[in-house]
């Protein structure tokens, strides 16, 4: 089976940097994603990752280290509206790509 | 907006009954994914189809069953009904497993 593991809470200042780690244990392993969750609100992309290295979209960058089995999403310049639940998930090979979802990380940011 | 549709929202039920969810995925997506979430939990797999197909299987309680029918879109039945089975049901698309779409949810009480 999968497992992820990764900080159940987070506390950051607004306007700062912070990193949120995610390790997992896989067979067939094919890439790692992340998404952010707001109350109430459905899951949403924000990136993947199948290779090695860093890989930016504007204020979020994620890391994948395949020999590490870990990833992290790092958010900066962080504004009030960052506060939300981060969940990383594996895509697995088998079966077509099933996605399995870490229990999520929530990020509170702070004045 | 995702593209993805779920209905209904809201599902009220009692105990014992028997409910069927709705999910139309994004023009173009094969494949249809089915997150169980309820309160301060993790997104749980239940189940993944490709193309009508059942293509992989989380922890789905055999009360719970799904189809992917001809057009697509997919069904989520849900029968004897526990007061634990209250949550909010989620279904995704992708075209393949690097980026999901996520519906709305559909928020189930059983009372």
């Known amino acids: 089976g999968q497992s992820l593991e990764q900080p159940s809470e987070v506390t950051a200042v607004e306007g700062a940097i912070v990193q949120i780690n995610c390790t997992y244990q896989?067979?067939?392993?094919?890439?790692l994603s992340w998404y952010q969750q707001h109350d109430g609100g459905a899951p949403t992309f924000l990136s993947y990752?199948?290779?090695?290295g860093l890989e930016e979209t504007g204020r979020f960058s994620s890391f994948l280290s395949r020999s590490d089995s870990y990833g992290y999403l790092l958010l900066q310049e962080l504004q009030m509206k960052d506060s939300a639940s981060y969940f990383c998930?594996?895509?697995?090979?088998?079966?077509?790509?099933?996605?399995?979802f870490g229990i999520g990380t929530k990020l509170q940011v702070i004045p | 907006d995702s593209g993805v549709t779920q209905t209904p929202k809201h599902l009220i039920t009692a105990t014992g009954q028997r409910v069927t969810l709705r999910c139309s995925p994004r023009?173009?997506?094969?494949?249809v994914y089915w997150y169980q979430q309820s309160l301060d939990q993790g997104l749980q797999f239940l189940i993944q189809?490709?193309?009508?197909?059942?293509?992989a299987k989380g922890n789905i309680l055999e009360r719970f069953s799904a189809q992917q029918f001809p057009d697509l879109h997919s069904e989520l039945n849900l029968s004897s009904l526990e007061l634990g089975d209250s949550a909010l049901y989620f279904c995704?698309?992708?075209?393949?497993?690097?980026?999901?779409?996520f519906g709305s949810g559909t928020q189930l009480s059983v009372l």
């Open positions: 995704a698309s992708s075209a393949g497993g690097e980026k999901l779409f």
């Open positions: 023009s173009g997506d094969l494949s």
């Open positions: 990752n199948a290779l090695d």
């Open positions: 896989t067979s067939g392993f094919y890439g």
């Open positions: 998930a594996v895509s697995t090979t088998g079966g077509y790509q099933k996605v399995t």
């Open positions: 189809y490709y193309n009508g197909e059942e293509r």
